[in-house]
């Protein structure tokens, strides 16, 4: 890797740690020749996966769009930085699982509800609104009773066993 101060191509790998679950690597290095310490992040890409829209295009995968729309589900709700790579990663990582060349963006929006459903329902709730197209009041009801059932259940099990 190339030194940022003096560019030189010949850089030295002091220390090399897991972050992030053990997703993705930083190292600290040091230039042979300048003395310059920096560190770099290496972390999976996921190459030649064609994501199939929903009119039929194909398009590359791109992990920005995937950060795009998760990050707009969590505005001004609490996540750290570390939080929303972790997600972040989890997400590809079942993406990756799949092992097929083409996915389907409806199935990469499944994955994602998946994930927020257990991170935070709020989150889950705005991405739903995006993703499912909901087209009036009553259909963001629908999916709200449907997130809330299982939370009823919980509590009426706990009164009957009082």
Avoid: W
Wanted: glycine share 4%; charged share 40%; net charge positive.
């Amino acid at each position: 890797m190339k030194c940022p101060a003096c560019h030189k191509p010949d850089t030295r790998v002091m220390d090399s740690r897991l972050v992030e679950g053990g997703m993705t690597i930083r190292r600290r290095r040091e230039c042979s020749k300048c003395g310059f310490r920096f560190s770099t992040v290496e972390q999976t890409e996921i190459l030649n996966l064609s994501v199939i829209k929903r009119d039929g295009r194909r398009e590359p995968y791109n992990r920005d769009k995937l950060e795009t729309g998760i990050k707009r589900s969590f505005q001004k709700l609490p996540l750290t930085q570390d939080e929303f790579k972790q997600l972040i990663n989890r997400i590809e990582r079942d993406i990756q699982i799949a092992g097929r060349s083409e996915i389907k963006s409806k199935d990469i929006g499944e994955i994602v509800m998946r994930y927020l459903k257990k991170a935070n329902q709020v989150a889950y709730i705005r991405f739903a609104s995006v993703y499912r197209a909901f087209k009036d009041v009553e259909t963001f009801q629908k999916e709200l009773h449907a997130l809330l059932k299982p939370r009823h259940q919980k509590k009426a099990k706990a009164k009957k066993r009082r």
